[in-house]
């Protein structure tokens, strides 16, 4: 075969990777294009950048949910620990997620420059942020180093592929000049070795100085006549291994992990065509179409994948897209009052915090969906900052009314009636909440000022309450021990003995004192004894009840909760207004049967009804009695 030939040959060859002589699946290859393809961009990519370096696999955090700070403290991790070619894509998701938060945070600190400088502008505005200037500092000794590392491997490339170029004309003379086999076949295995550890070459070139390589390989092996066994042997070691390695990328079809598994098929196919030498004819066809289609099938499997990132990406912007939209409107309204802007701002924040927890979309749109972002809160700031601008009468306002607030703290802060003063010191707490935004110069100093009135107060509150609660605790164990002791007590029989000892028990124990609010439960069990006493005297439903109303209404007393007093006075007004309403309705329904008599069973039940009632209601209007005398 002349060298025209040849070649010809190698040039059809390099065109389509696919193309093989003799194939009658070639419809089936052109499909696997796109998959081998795939592959062999990658590896091209990955061969460039992989000069020397060993494969470090780095765990990818969710970074955008990190702070800054931890932002940094990663970013910082990574320079220093890693090389700046395994590091790439990490530091690119912290350098936009870092930019994001920190387009937010500054705007933030904008916006409370405003509100506390009513009479600067945003051209006043300074600030120097310490963590900004940590990750500029340590990003910018990521890009030296990677600059540094560009420009080396660059030559490393240059000279590398110098190199095997040199090595594909020695196997092209080894192969014209070939006179000893034997000679020829140690000299082809040298080439092989020395182009294994060649290093890596520019991406463009990659894959067509591989094929060339390749190529006089196979042209070699097939002009071996004189040494057939060693060439057959060499063929069947060669066509073991690919058959192996054809099983391996058998077992990447089951893998879960699509990403790992791709990277894996990268792998086997560098093995395929760096380690690995020729096969003969009559397998060399069949045994690469088998390899391609199963690379075919983990393509499409990836692309699967990556067709499920893409629409849940895309499901992202929309969401994105509806979150500027809202920004956008937010920014076209016409708020007059500080607490509609807050409101509004309450709005936006909660908008951007969706924003930011929306995952990824598409990165083509990235950048552009950022911007929109960025153009829908710049668009709100600029109208929120005219309105604040114009607010520093009402700055004044509130510095006034937080004076008050100090004035009136500092007048309570001494009183000894806890238990009226201690809800206005609350309220006049809430109502500090509540006022607005003061000049920035007196914030700190009236907020301190403020404190130390409240604290004074509260100190001397909780003292007190530590100090009850001591005497409680001790109340509560002597209600313990008399609550045993009245196990043992019996009625004796006669009525007005038992009913005077019942009082007594009654008197004895509120005699004790209060308990704690977290052991009140003590005095559940004393009224179930007081219950079960009182059903065993003779006394009348009336005085039954009212003697358990009293001492129900004794424990209200001692509790000091005038809201509860409050709350039983208006659920016995409606239980009276209820029984009185059965009653008016029991008397009319009497109306309406014209001639039933008197002795009529029916009319017997109604009137049973009706004084049942107006017992019922009599000793409702003494409990109301009762509770009044108490107010």
Known sequence: MSNLSIYK?????????????????????????DAIESINVSNAEENENEENIEKIEIPTKDYENLSLDELVVELDKLVSNYNVTAIRDHVEEIKKSFSNKYFVFIE??????????SENTILDFEYNSVVKNNFDQIFNT????????FQSIQENLKNNLATRKALIEELKNLIDNTENISTALKDIQDIRERWSKAGAIPRDNYNHVWNTFHFHIERFYDQLHLDREARDWDFKQNLEKKQNLIESAKKLLEQTDIHKAFKDLQIYHRIWKEQIGPVSKEHRD???????????????????????????????????????????????????????????????????????????VPAEVNEQTWDAFKEATRLFNVQKNTFYKDIKKDQQDNLNLKLALIEKAKSLNTSEDYDKVTPI????????????????????????????????YFDRLHQERNKNLSEEMANFDKKKAYLEELKDFQLVGDHKTDLDAIKHHIENWKAIGPVPQMR?????????????LFDKLSLSKKETELVKYNNRLEQMIESGDKRRIQNEITFVQRKIDEIASDIIQLENNIQFISNAKSDNPFIKEINKNIDRNKDELNIWKEKLNHLKEIL
């Open 286 to 360: 069949a045994i690469w179409n088998e390899f391609s289609e199963i690379t075919k099938q983990l393509h499409d499997k990836r692309e699967g994948f990556y067709a499920e990132i893409h629409a849940r990406e895309e499901q992202n912007l929309e969401k994105k897209k509806e979150l500027i939209d809202q920004l956008i409107e937010l920014s076209k309204i016409e708020a007059k009052s500080h607490n509609q802007w807050q409101e509004a701002i309450q709005k936006v924040e909660e908008l951007r915090a969706k924003f930011f927890k929306t995952g990824k």
């Open 108 to 117: 933030e600190k904008k916006q409370a420059f405003l509100n506390e400088n």
């Open 142 to 149: 990521y890009r030296q180093k990677r600059n540094r590392h």
């Open 520 to 532: 009140r439960h003590i005095e559940g069990k004393f009224n179930k004894i007081l219950d079960a």
């Open 425 to 456: 010191m609350k309220q006049i707490q809430e109502d500090w909440k509540k006022v607005g935004h003061v000049p920035k110069r007196y914030s700190d100093k009236l907020w301190k000022e403020f404190k130390e009135a409240c604290n004074f």
């Open 9 to 33: 040959m190698l040039e059809e060859r390099n065109d389509n990777l696919l193309q093989t002589d003799g194939s009658e699946n070639e419809q089936e290859n052109v499909q696997n294009l």
